[in-house]
């Protein structure tokens, strides 16, 4: 792989961006924040909004102030390696649980470039280095749901060692991340070959 795989994603974002920015600041009046090292605009819508709110009743442009998000007490610092491990695993681990039982070759490749991705990309040098070598030692294994969750469950325990953590007991792994209750299997992953945003 030469090209990182998100890098058409991201371009696909921008375009949105700068079209969304575009339209935004023709029909209030509002002024784009440009990127400084390439002079595109930034995405920064920070809350949804309802059309009639961005333009009051006399067809005077107002910029409604986005609500105040609650800090439920929390300090405003950044995330540390452990917060950021925990909801990794939370995550991984959903998305094991949620993993087909009858993967589509598509899904199989995405899943094993999605725990490439992770180790290379991972925000903490140091843990996407040990990933790397867990995947070189232990490739991924997602036949099925339960061996992708059992096989997860194993790569989360070196991690747990090398930590000098607790090991958690694999046969367990469904009892602590089940599948997640969504009304009419709205769940279920659906992997494709082409993507959709819409």
């Not at 930590?163 to 992953?189: H, I, N, S, T, Y």
């Amino acid at each position: 792989m030469s090209e990182n795989p998100l890098h058409a994603i991201f371009q696909v974002f921008e375009g949105i961006s700068h079209c969304v920015q575009t339209h935004l600041s023709q029909l209030g009046g509002l002024a784009t924040e440009q990127s400084p090292t390439n002079g595109r605009p930034i995405f920064s819508l920070s809350s949804p909004f309802k059309a009639n709110q961005l333009i009051s009743a006399d067809a005077t442009p107002t910029i409604v102030p986005p609500k105040e998000i609650p800090n439920e007490g929390k300090s405003a610092t950044p995330v540390t390696k452990e917060e950021l491990g925990r909801a990794t695993w939370t995550f991984l681990h959903t998305l094991a649980a949620q993993y087909p039982d009858n993967p589509t070759r598509q899904q199989k490749k995405d899943v094993k470039q999605l725990m490439d991705i992770l180790s290379r990309m991972y925000p903490c040098k140091e843990c996407a280095d040990h990933f790397k070598e867990i995947l070189r030692v232990n490739p991924v294994q997602a036949g099925s749901q339960a061996e992708f969750s059992q096989w997860l469950c194993h790569a989360h325990n070196v991690v747990n060692r090398s930590l000098g953590k607790v090991v958690f007991p694999c046969e367990r792994v469904d009892a602590r991340w089940g599948k997640l209750e969504c009304e009419q299997r709205a769940c279920d992953l659906q992997g494709t070959s082409t993507t959709n945003f819409w």
